[in-house]
């Protein structure tokens, strides 16, 4: 059939509620993970970032996990607010010759209901 | 600072036409990265810079796309001639040093008729 773009995975949730985005990496060479959202019509933001010598950043309202074990990172947002409403990105560094571009992965769509 | 700025923000051209994006990168930041964004693809990597100098253009996707960094406060991306499949946003980004984050502009909304 025809290929009609990426389907990317939603997430919906109620305000208030606790949101849970993961992300799924393939190249274990990989040292730094990003975190960005990006809102309609505006560029990526960041969000939050992790080195592969951690597995838990803690931010405002947000935390990054990382399981390097299964390759597995996940964005936890408490309390998530309509505000929150955008596509998120998780990004990897896969470091050797890749060292200093990013690989984005593509993305997931979370809706905040009032 | 005023972040990243890209222009134009939006540009509409017909096929066969020269299109040049461009882009002011975040003070000291010694990386510039272009971007394009589709919805088939999502975010690719085109090209990136290092002190001026490209690093890697693997992503370029052919010979009618071209960049250049001629100083540390100015980056272009030209695509000549450009085709209706080149329709997408492209972004620009910086970042201070190597294996951190990236800080985008607000990209260039490109279509090509």
């Not at chain 1, 984005?104 to 209901?113: A, D, E, R, S, W």
């Not at chain 2, 919805?39 to 890697?56: A, H, K, Q, S």
């Amino acid at each position: 059939g025809e290929n009609v773009g990426l389907h990317l995975p939603t997430l919906s949730v109620q305000e208030g509620d606790n949101s849970i985005i993961n992300c799924a990496y393939s190249n274990s060479a990989s040292d730094y993970f990003i975190w960005y959202k990006q809102e309609s019509g505006k560029g990526p933001q960041f969000i939050i970032d992790i080195r592969s010598n951690m597995d838990k950043r803690q931010g405002q309202r947000v935390t990054v996990l990382l399981n390097k074990t299964v390759k597995h990172l996940s964005l936890q947002i408490a309390a998530t607010q309509p505000g929150d409403s955008a596509v998120y990105f998780c990004a990897e560094n896969a470091g050797g010759t890749s060292y200093g571009k990013l690989t984005f992965g593509q993305g997931t769509i979370l809706t905040v209901h009032p | 600072d005023a972040g990243v700025i890209q222009s134009p923000r939006h540009e509409v051209t017909e096929m066969g036409q020269e299109v040049t994006l461009r882009c002011k990168p975040i003070s000291g930041h010694d990386y510039l990265f272009w971007y394009r964004q589709t919805m088939m693809r999502g975010l690719e990597l085109l090209i990136y810079f290092n002190n001026n100098v490209p690093i890697d253009d693997s992503g370029m996707p052919e010979d009618r796309f071209s960049a250049k960094m001629p100083n540390a406060s100015f980056s272009t991306l030209k695509i000549q001639p450009s085709e209706p499949r080149d329709s997408a946003v492209y972004f620009c980004a910086s970042s201070l040093r190597n294996n951190e984050k990236l800080f985008f502009g607000s990209g260039t909304q490109l279509s090509v008729l």
